[in-house]
């Protein structure tokens, strides 16, 4: 019983398993060398949408660690437009490969000029998290998916 429980659970981690080698995740690790989804993360790294460009203009841990994170993301308009002022942003982290995301909700503190500090980000396990950032300015929500690797 115990031991079927541990087989089936080390396939649910072998996941991103291939033949050339070692699994990519085992669930205490994550080879995030062989991780190709992943954005590189710098400061200032930025996504648009189709209403808002999004940057993580800073980080703690940076780059992104296991566990909790806070953020800084400064909300623009599309193409280097006005600063969103008085927004409302959401952050949710979720595992694409083991859909799943984090028991803590994170939340947004507004910092004006744009600026809102995100917190705790909560990258609880080791692998691939895309964190969906939501930014809504009266009837206008736009969405933003920042893809980092946490290796262990
Ligand atoms: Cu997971």
Same mark, same amino acid.
């Given at each position: ?8 659970? *080390?396939?649910? $981690? &072998? #996941? ?5 080698? =070692? !699994?990519?995740?085992?669930?205490? @690790? ?20 189709? *209403?808002?460009? $999004? &940057? #993580? ?5 940076? =780059? !992104?660690?296991?566990?909790?994170? @806070? ?82």
């Amino acid at each position: 019983m115990r031991l079927a429980l541990a087989a089936s659970l *080390a396939s649910l $981690f &072998a #996941i991103g398993c291939t033949d050339d080698g =070692p !699994p990519i995740d085992n669930g205490e @690790t994550y080879d995030c060398t062989r991780e190709t989804r992943a954005d590189e993360f710098s400061v200032g790294i930025m996504k648009t949408g189709t *209403a808002f460009d $999004f &940057a #993580i203009t800073s980080a703690a841990p940076a =780059p !992104p660690a296991r566990g909790d994170n @806070t953020w800084m993301v400064q909300i623009t308009a599309k193409g280097g437009g006005a600063a969103l002022v008085g927004g409302a942003l959401m952050a949710k982290p979720f595992m694409p490969d083991h859909q799943h995301g984090s028991p803590i909700q994170a939340m947004a503190t507004d910092m004006g000029g744009g600026a809102y500090e995100i917190s705790p980000i909560n990258l609880w396990m080791p692998g691939l998290w895309e964190t969906t950032i939501t930014a809504t300015s009266g009837a206008t929500t736009d969405q933003a998916v920042f893809r980092f690797c946490i290796p262990n």
